[in-house]
């Protein structure tokens, strides 16, 4: 079946560190892949998503590039701030989908950026 | 944008008892409601996909009668946790799509059973 693995946290940064989250899955045909941020106290939240190979998701500074050849979509951003704390969240939906449909997660890194 | 409520934020209760937890789309409606459980240090398993008007689909493994879903309105899934026990303690979080674009998430529901 399918299946999502990132690397497992926490992971701890200085301010203005670049992270790298990797991610990467198992599927078969041609899934949408999601990050997911869950900040302390709330919900998930889209954070980017990609829907094809090569595509090029970003947001907030984040970006992570859709990578059917090695299976992966590694989340990265340049500068962290403490504000960036929370969980990430690597994701999978089996169909070309926008992410309405049920998805498969991994099992989220935490993040935590100090000054 | 769109929101998703889920309510209780956090229940504690006593072994035996049944727990009922709120799904709602505010401002959209949704036929389709997913139910996901986190267990520490591991991804969001999904449980149940609710649908509106007729029985819930559940996962592989996921006990129906121990797991109660109803979706009641185009707005509002309920997932109760029947004669709880304290393995069924975790924490428990409902996404509502929107069309096909995007699932929002309630804010979860962690339940710990004493």
């Known amino acids: 079946g399918d299946s999502v693995t990132q690397m497992e946290g926490p992971v701890t940064l200085s301010e203005e560190a670049f992270l790298t989250i990797n991610c990467t899955y198992t599927?078969?045909?041609?899934?949408?892949l999601f990050w997911y941020v869950q900040y302390p106290g709330e919900g998930l939240q889209l954070l980017l998503k990609?829907?094809?190979?090569?595509d090029k998701g970003s947001n907030k500074g984040f970006e992570a590039t859709y990578r059917k050849e090695t299976t992966s979509f590694h989340l990265e951003k340049g500068s962290v701030q403490v504000s960036d704390s929370a969980v990430y969240f690597c994701?999978?939906?089996?169909?070309?989908?926008?992410?309405?449909?049920?998805?498969?997660f991994g099992t989220g890194t935490q993040l935590k950026v100090e000054l | 944008g769109a929101v998703v409520s889920q309510h209780p934020s956090r229940v504690i209760c006593k072994s035996g008892t049944s727990v009922k937890i709120e799904c709602r789309s505010l401002?959209?409606?949704?036929?389709?409601m997913f139910w996901y459980r986190q267990f520490p240090k591991q991804s969001l398993m999904l449980m149940a996909t609710?649908?509106?008007?007729?029985?819930?689909?559940?996962e592989q493994g996921v006990e129906k009668d121990k797991f109660l879903i109803n979706h009641a309105s185009l707005t509002l899934s309920t997932l109760t946790v029947t004669s709880a026990h304290p393995e069924d303690s975790s924490f428990y979080i409902c996404?509502?799509?929107?069309?096909?674009?995007?699932?929002?998430f309630g804010q979860g529901t962690r339940l710990t059973v004493v």
């Open positions: 994701a999978l939906s089996p169909i070309l989908t926008g992410g309405g449909n049920k998805l498969t």
């Open positions: 599927a078969t045909g041609y899934p949408s």
């Open positions: 401002d959209f409606q949704a036929t389709t």
């Open positions: 990609a829907t094809k190979a090569d």
């Open positions: 996404s509502a799509p929107r069309g096909d674009s995007e699932a929002f």
């Open positions: 609710s649908n509106e008007g007729s029985k819930a689909t559940y």
